[in-house]
């Protein structure tokens, strides 16, 4: 099979497609047939070393744990799947991921995909998705008629956020550079602030949750906009005991946890209308690198995803 890889740590000249031989599978694992591949800046964390410490890699390491694909094959023990199954994933981060044609999971790791859209949107679901829901509702305790400030509102964790936080019932502000303002109130956000214009704690008061997805000044300057009692749930680096202590605050970082019952939960709400996710551009396999530092510019709206198996079916 096709499959990207690197062989050391680095930039994106790393990144290698060659032909590597077809992951064999456990007992209790699928291979999938990736159909599509979505782009999370972990994949780029991880390629230039950023994550060594904590994610103990050995090399070649395929990289990409955001997948849907189609049930290739089945071990001995899965019980729930079978071939011919459309599903995505976000794989153990652990293990060799989906920038391939084939990929073994776990089958507690996988479920059934939504069947109202197709794989490329399929698979830009998992990894944000999941993110987003553990944030807001088991770290957060996210409930009806609270006020929440959702950062980097337009990214792959945030669009999701927003939808999920405006279903849960809660009043939901977000931070966004204009380009992306239209685009996150078609999705239901309440209010958006331009973060290059305006600084969000002169107009943001007494919010019961912050999700921040960017760390670093924004994080510890969103501590001043939480009422007190309030929490702030950061994706991307644990919170200063200090500064919460000072401003009466509660903080966690979530660090996503592959779910089957919530990733059919979030299908589901897929296929019902309530949650929809936006790709913003899709490259073929050959181009994870060019993928890659799209994404680590920062700047990108929802998900890009690599398409591996072009659509025939919708
Ligand atoms: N802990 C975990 O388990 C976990 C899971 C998922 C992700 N993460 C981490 O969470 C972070 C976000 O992930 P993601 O997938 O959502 O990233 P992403 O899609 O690449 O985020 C891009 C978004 O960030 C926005 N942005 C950039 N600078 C901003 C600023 N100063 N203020 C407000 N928005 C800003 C951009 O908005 P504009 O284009 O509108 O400027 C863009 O929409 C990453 O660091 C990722 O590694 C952690």
């Known amino acids: 099979m096709k499959a990207v890889s690197i062989y050391s740590y680095g930039g994106p000249e790393v990144l290698v497609q060659k032909d590597a031989p ?12 990736v159909h599509a591949a979505a782009i999370n800046p972990v994949d780029w964390k991880v390629r230039e070393g950023q994550l060594k410490a904590s994610l103990p890699h050995t090399f070649p390491l395929v990289l990409g744990w955001d997948v849907s694909g189609v049930v290739a094959q089945i071990g001995s023990g899965v019980g729930r799947l079978k071939v011919g199954d459309e599903v995505f994933s976000r794989p153990d981060i652990l293990r060799d991921g989906a920038y391939a044609e084939f990929v073994a999971i776990r089958e507690s790791e996988v479920v059934l995909k939504p069947r109202s859209v197709d794989h490329v949107h399929a698979a830009a679901l998992p990894l944000a998705g999941l993110t987003a829901w553990q944030a807001l509702f088991d770290v957060a305790g996210l409930v009806s008629g609270q006020r929440i400030l959702i950062h980097g509102a337009a990214g792959g964790v945030g669009h999701l ?4 936080a405006r279903n849960r019932g809660a009043q939901v502000i ?4 204009a380009t992306n303002h239209d685009f996150l109130r078609k999705l239901g956000i309440d209010e958006v602030i331009d973060y290059w214009t305006v600084r969000f704690e002169d107009v943001v008061r007494d919010v019961d949750v912050v999700l921040d997805t960017i760390g670093g000044a924004v994080q510890e300057r969103s501590m001043k906009v939480l009422k007190p009692g309030g929490i702030l749930v ?3 680096s644990a919170p200063s005991v200090g500064s919460a202590d000072e401003h009466r605050v509660r903080h966690a970082l979530v660090v996503m946890q592959p779910n089957a019952i919530q990733l059919t939960e979030i299908a589901r709400m897929v296929d019902a209308g309530k949650l929809g996710v936006c790709v913003e551009t899709i490259l073929p396999l050959s181009d994870a690198a060019g993928a890659q530092e799209l994404n680590r510019r920062g700047h990108t709206r929802g998900k890009i995803v690599l398409q591996v198996v072009e659509q025939s079916d919708r």
Do not use: F, K
Not at 161 to 164: E, P, R, S, T, Y
């Open 22 to 33: 077809r992951p064999h599978i456990d007992v209790n694992e699928v291979l999938v047939q």
């Open 234 to 236: 950061s994706t991307v």
């Open 161 to 164: 956020a927003v939808q999920l």
């Open 174 to 177: 977000g931070t966004a550079s």
